[in-house]
Each structure stands twice: as C-alpha cells, then as structure tokens.
C-alpha cells in the first residue's frame, strides 16, 4: 500500500510539471462555432472539401461541425477531421485555475476533509466545557490535512 501512496506522488509530481506548460492555455475557449468550423474557414475549405479529405460527405462535416459546438463529438472522429485539414488533436485535463495543480487539488482535499473532521471534535470538546483556542485548532488542522494527504486516505473523495 505504502509503494502505491508514493507512486501517487511521483505521478502527481510527474504531471504538474508537464501540466504546468499548459497553464497558458487555461483561459482558451472553443469559438462559437467551434474549431472545426473556425479553422476549416480560415483555411478556406469548404465543408465539401472537407468531406471528400475525410472520406464522407459534406452533410456528416455539417453535423460533426454542429456536433463538435454541443461537445457530443467523439474524440477519435474530432482527431481524424482535425488531420484531414493538417492539424492535430491536442487533448489534455488540466486544474482548474483555482488550484493550478494536482498538489494544490490535493492539498485543498486534505484540509477540506481535516476541517470536518476537527469540527466534530471540538463540538464535542466544546460538550465537556474543554474548548481550544483558534490558533490551536488551526495548527491541529493543518498537523492533520497532511496526514491524510501523506496517507491518501480514502475520505478525501468520499464526497
């Protein structure tokens, strides 16, 4: 179990860093008519043209185009039609900019659930008149989120 843990970590360290040089990337939205329409325009392609490079009619392109603007169109059919007009797919998953990491996402999870869990202890201190003061709690918090993370413990996806 403990290998597993640390792969964990060598895989998010590994993936940070190669998501790191896609943050730029963050902030990029498909155009309102989507890429396929967009760039098979500014290449000058007509959709029948489009058709004939990748082997079906100027219908399908049609729909696939409208379909590409609803996300309904497979991966694999947006990669060829991508290759058919000479680009290519670049696919990735990347943070949200409110973490910017797979770290930063565990780290929020690990305080998130070391929160919770202090929160039901001190009610019940709090029960018995054995309150403690707020920058205690805090450190205990803190001691706690990075137990959970250095353990991945379970609970931290449980919600």
């Not at 058919?84 to 990735?92: F, I, Q």
């Not at 709690?137 to 990075?146: D, G, K, S």
């Amino acid at each position: 179990m403990k290998v597993a843990k640390h792969a964990a970590l060598t895989q998010r360290k590994i993936l940070d860093s190669r998501l790191n040089s896609l943050k730029s990337f963050a902030d990029l939205s498909r155009p309102r008519s989507g890429w396929l329409k967009a760039i098979r325009g500014a290449l000058g392609m007509t959709s029948r043209q489009l058709g004939t490079r990748v082997g079906t009619t100027h219908q399908v392109i049609v729909r696939q185009e409208e379909r590409e603007t609803r996300g309904t169109m497979t991966l694999e059919t947006l990669e060829r039609t991508a290759r058919a007009m000479g680009c290519r797919l670049v696919y990735a998953i990347i943070p949200e900019s409110q973490y910017g990491s797979l770290e930063a996402i565990v780290d929020h999870r690990a305080r998130v659930l070391a929160r919770d869990l202090a929160k039901d202890v001190a009610h019940s201190m709090k029960l018995e008149s054995q309150g403690v003061d707020i920058a205690d709690t805090e450190a205990q918090i803190e001691c706690l989120a990075q137990e959970l993370k250095s353990k991945l413990d379970p609970r931290l996806w449980a919600k």
